[in-house]
């Protein structure tokens, strides 16, 4: 029997999935998780303990030889932006800061005043936003942290770090690079111009890889340590790019959200979007396994999240799809609005913003939920004709994937509100991608087609028809 392990990092929480393929079906198991968050140092800054992060994937690994289920490769994929530098002797300078930190606030000016918002854009394809690893590193820049960039010798994302320490190799992956905000969206490589007028050293950049390759063996002390040899190997460790991998079928005609605490919903293209009209609508292109994803970063279910955390959450979701289909509440928020984006009561937030405008203030736990799916699935569908009128394309479905495809309340509000089938599953889309590349690069599969044929016979993907298509 072929294992594959891949460990997928959230900001939250982490997990290690362990996958074998059996009768043309795909076997997965949870086999270890751990918790995660960022911290204060003693500075006040937010920063990733990377050496207890190194442990857990190594006891994840661990667990998998007391299972006596020794896989044959392990990936890693993790959220984008956030990145360690390595200096001369290969160890890391300083903390690896979370993008969640504040430091960045007075770096955007600093770079605006030597490279526009525009034309970064136009460069990068990539939407500005303070945690971009661009702005992250011209902190640097103006602080106390400048030698910490002059001992540099490498720069590597999280996952290539990860994998670094698994490995000894050095090896940048190309979809978590493109977060960055430093990928040149033509070329493909890191772009040296921009580099150059921030005063950033070249050196610490080092030549991108696409996903599904094999970095290299386990170092003898991690493979002595966890308890068996192993390949590891670059997946699209930007998690996006792992869920849209998963998609269980072609997305050439098709929305995808990614959906989860955030939703990241948009389309894979054969190039970046570069227009300025692409670039006012808050269109990103992300690097994906094979094309672009050129997505919108929205509102996903942290609304909802919050509102069952202050209820101590005694409700399920499911449970709260439930009572929203029973509320008869008929208020609608604008879910981007910033006043929902962190606030310290959630629902003190929507019944401000419902009595601001005269809307109708929510009693019970089923009218907070139902406000927001609705809300959700009036976002989507925007977003959806926002899309169509960029491309000058029409798109006959959305495909759900992530933790969000089993909301089956909001699936089906989705349907109604865009008027289009919704395609919902599979749920672990993330780590299923990650499985796609180790199973590419070990040969397992000729290619993601045929992956993607192996996540159509495992998993129920839930079709939801509009009742506007029936009329």
Request: charged fraction near 25%; include cysteine; aromatic fraction near 8%.
């Amino acid at each position: 029997m072929k294992y594959y392990l891949a460990v997928d990092f959230g900001a939250s929480s982490g997990r290690h999935i362990l996958c074998h393929a059996e009768n043309e079906r795909l076997v997965t198991e949870e086999i270890y998780r751990f918790e995660n968050g960022a911290a204060a140092n003693i500075h006040g800054t937010l920063c990733w303990d990377i050496d207890r992060l190194f442990g857990e994937i190594k006891t994840g690994m661990k667990r998998c030889a007391d299972a006596k289920k020794i896989p044959v490769s392990v990936g890693i994929d993790t959220w984008g932006v956030d990145f360690v530098l390595v200096d001369k002797n290969g160890r890391q300078i300083g903390d690896a800061v979370s993008y969640r930190d504040k430091r960045t606030e007075k770096s955007m000016p600093y770079v605006e005043k030597i490279i526009s918002g525009s034309e970064l854009y136009m460069r990068t394809g990539i939407q500005k936003a303070a945690y971009n690893t661009i702005y992250q590193l011209a902190s640097y820049l103006e602080s106390d942290n400048a030698k910490q960039l002059e001992e540099a010798k490498d720069l590597l994302m999280l996952p290539d770090y990860f994998n670094y320490l698994l490995t000894g190799v050095k090896m940048s992956e190309y979809t978590e690079a493109t977060t960055s905000g430093l990928v040149n969206a033509a070329t493909h490589t890191w772009d040296v111009e921009i580099i150059s007028k921030l005063g950033l050293p070249h050196g610490i950049f080092g030549e991108i890889h696409r996903p599904a390759r094999i970095v290299g063996m386990l170092k003898k002390s991690v493979s002595e340590e966890v308890g068996f040899e192993c390949k590891v190997v670059m997946t699209a460790s930007h998690d996006t790019a792992s869920a849209i991998m998963a998609i269980p079928s072609d997305t050439e005609n098709d929305i995808y959200i990614s959906s989860g605490t955030w939703s990241l919903m948009g389309i894979e293209a054969e190039k970046a979007a570069l227009s300025e009209k692409c670039m006012h609508s808050g269109l990103s292109n992300e690097g994906g396994y094979n094309r672009i994803n050129c997505l919108k970063n929205i509102m996903g279910l942290w609304m909802i999240q919050q509102v069952r955390h202050e209820y101590d959450d005694r409700y399920s979701f499911a449970e709260l799809c439930d009572l929203a289909e029973k509320s008869q509440i008929d208020s609608i928020v604008d879910c981007n609005d910033n006043a929902f984006l962190s606030p310290k009561s959630m629902r003190s937030a929507i019944d401000k913003y419902c009595e601001a405008r005269s809307l109708q203030k929510p009693d019970t736990v089923g009218d907070y939920a139902r406000i927001i799916y609705r809300s959700l699935a009036k976002c989507y569908a925007e977003c959806a004709k926002q899309i169509e009128s960029l491309t000058g394309k029409n798109y006959g479905a959305i495909h759900i994937i992530g933790g969000g495809s089993n909301a089956g309340y909001l699936n089906r509000l989705t349907a109604e509100a865009s008027g289009k089938t919704v395609y919902a599953g599979p749920a672990e889309a993330t780590a299923l991608g990650n499985i796609a590349a180790q199973m590419i690069a070990c040969g397992d599969v000729k290619n993601l087609s045929e992956f993607k044929q192996l996540v159509a016979n495992t998993f129920e993907i839930r079709i939801i028809k509009s009742e506007r298509m029936n009329k």
